[in-house]
Structures are given as C-alpha cells and as structure tokens.
C-alpha cells in the first residue's frame, strides 16, 4: 500500500498516526506517518495525531474497549481494515468517539478505500 492512501484527502494528509508498541496484528505502513508511542501518550488527545488500529474479521487490535482511561474525552481514530488470512487491505475508516463515550460505538465520519 502506498503513502497516498494513507494521506488522502487533503484534510487529513497532515495527520500523523500513533500506536502502541504491541498489540497489533503484522501489517505494513510508511514510518513517516506513524509514532510508536508508550500507553500514556496513546490515550492523550492530541491535536495533530491519531491513535492507530487494526481491524479485521477478528475485531479491533489493540482491543479498543479494553484500553484502560482510553475514552478520556472527544477525539478521532483511524482503523486500517485488513484481513489477516489472506493480507488484503480494504481501506481507512476514521471514527469519532464523543467527549461521554464509555466503549467504541463505530461512529464513522471517512473512510478512504484501498483502491
């Protein structure tokens, strides 16, 4: 996958994405939009970064509901949809989560596919 598919469109092209050092299924992205951040710097909101996720036919990974003080108030985050069996990636989802939010809900606000 290339790096266009991450940056489109222009409104988010300046968002650079953040994740967690474990946690995740094997996937491939360009380290220039991407910061491994340890757990206290994931769940803060930030203006300029996003957390990171992966989603596939076996859920969420990390798994977001599980993430301890995660729902701390209104941001977005970004789901890159892959199957793991066969390594197919369908596309970018950004989801809000509101400021009163206590689990994920899949309030979806983009979705840019892998085309």
Partial sequence: MDKEFYERPK???KKVYKRLDKGYPQF???EALIDIVDFEE?????EG???FFV???FGIQPKIDDIPQFFNGEKQ???LGKSLLSGHVAGLTIFQIGKDEKKF???EIAYYENK
């Fill in 105 to 107: 809900n899949f309030n």
């Fill in 28 to 30: 491939e992205i360009d």
């Fill in 77 to 79: 985050i970004a789901v």
């Fill in 42 to 46: 994931f769940i803060q909101i930030e």
């Fill in 11 to 13: 409104t988010w092209s």
């Fill in 49 to 51: 970064r996003i957390p």
């Fill in 55 to 57: 989603g596939s036919q």
